[in-house]
């Protein structure tokens, strides 16, 4: 079974918080060991460039997958034969999710979504991609666009990074289905096809609707810009310079990479694309995004996208707390990259809240406990926390 959901929709239902006053970050770590935000992989800190928190929670996937099956896989002992067992799209068994194949590489789901565009604006800085003005069908012309509708060849780059095409798409409005458009994207043999086929039923630029088709179009507008494909050119122009090494990036049957939710990353290397928004796309030195692209992405371009009022941009999501701004790359299963411009601060959460399980959400505490400690010493360790130093601060 092949499926990459949208992050609306939750395998693990999210338990509702009532409003107390913040928990310390160590109270968050010992409710996220006590299991009451569910399977909690990994938290990581970083604030001033330094490591405030890296904890590790070492689940046993093999005996919470075991006997599991749902729409969206089987876990041990629940897999009808070797192959269902080894898809790279089965989200319940541990060989491929939530870490890939025994690395320290964790999937990112929908966060992907927030990195591609990171990829696209690495191509813009290196002068392979125009202005977000540029016409979206401009990309395609290896792909017979003569039955697309008049109102898409109105679209812009831009209305597809803030997930305002007008192309109709039902992920965050259906079951798991054949209902659901993502589930039909993921059981076709062309993604990109797929995609283009689809009805429009809105203009372009007026209609926010979560589009994970949408985000897979961007794997074709990099390769065809830049002569390689996403990953590829993630590797020389993003990853390469951020020091990221290992990572996987799933494949589509097309063989492009899947940049609507196919990327693992260790949280170290994902919090390295938060440090990078932060200082305006420059790393050591060199400017690898344009300036200003941080904060343009991660505008509320598109403002209340839903009902917890939280705003989109270019593939990031705004999930501001208590009036301080949150750059958010937000992900099925509970993964996160969260930067808080303003108390200098990156985090990542890594979860795989996928089995049906209740649990709290754990964005919100955490969340909290970051905005509410901005003066906090990043270096010193707090009590109850196990930081573990990567050897040098992050530059």
């Not at 007008?166 to 659901?180: A, F, K, Q």
């Amino acid at each position: 079974m092949k499926l990459v959901l949208a992050l609306l929709l939750i395998a693990a239902p999210v338990v509702a918080q009532q409003s107390t006053a913040p928990l310390s970050l160590a109270d968050v770590v010992a409710r996220a060991r006590s299991g009451q935000y569910g399977n909690v992989d990994e938290l990581l800190v970083i604030r001033d460039r330094k490591t405030v928190l890296h904890e590790k929670f070492n689940l046993d996937y093999t005996e919470i997958s075991r006997g599991k099956k749902t729409p969206i896989g089987c876990g041990i002992d629940a897999c009808a034969d070797s192959a269902a067992a080894r898809d790279a799209f089965n989200y319940l068994h541990p060989s491929t999710h939530p870490y890939y194949k025994g690395r320290p590489v964790h999937t990112l789901q929908s966060v992907t979504k927030s990195v591609t565009s990171t990829v696209i604006g690495a191509a813009m800085q290196q002068g392979k991609i125009g202005p977000v003005t540029t016409p979206l069908l401009s990309f395609f012309p290896d792909y017979d666009l003569s039955k697309v509708g008049e109102r898409l060849r109105k679209a812009t780059l831009a209305d597809l990074l803030t997930m305002r095409t007008g192309i109709e798409w039902h992920e965050s409005d259906r079951p798991l289905d054949e209902t659901n458009t993502t589930l039909q994207l993921e059981r076709s043999a062309d993604w990109i096809r797929f995609t283009l086929a689809q009805p429009m039923d809105a203009e372009p630029g007026t209609k926010w609707v979560y589009n994970s088709g949408g985000s897979a179009l961007m794997a074709e507008i990099i390769r065809k810009a830049t002569g390689m494909h996403a990953d590829q050119y993630a590797e020389r122009h993003l990853f390469g310079p951020l020091g990221i090494r290992d990572y996987h990036w799933k494949k589509t049957p097309t063989g492009h990479p899947d940049t609507e939710g196919g990327l693992y990353l260790a949280a170290a290397d994902l919090a390295k694309i938060g440090l990078l928004y932060l200082n305006d796309g420059v790393w050591e030195g060199k400017r690898i995004l344009p300036a200003g692209w941080a904060r343009e992405s991660t505008n509320r371009i598109v403002d209340r996208v839903n009902a917890g009022g939280q705003g989109y941009g270019y593939q990031w999501w705004r999930m501001d707390r208590g009036g301080v701004e949150v750059w958010a790359g937000n992900g099925f299963g509970g993964q996160f990259l969260l930067v808080i411009p303003a108390r200098n601060t990156v985090a990542v959460v890594n979860s795989w809240n996928v089995f049906g399980a209740r649990a709290l959400g754990i964005t919100g505490p955490l969340l909290d406990a970051l905005i509410a400690n901005p003066s906090g010493d990043a270096g010193r360790r707090e009590e109850g926390l196990h930081p573990h130093s990567f050897g040098r601060r992050f530059e």
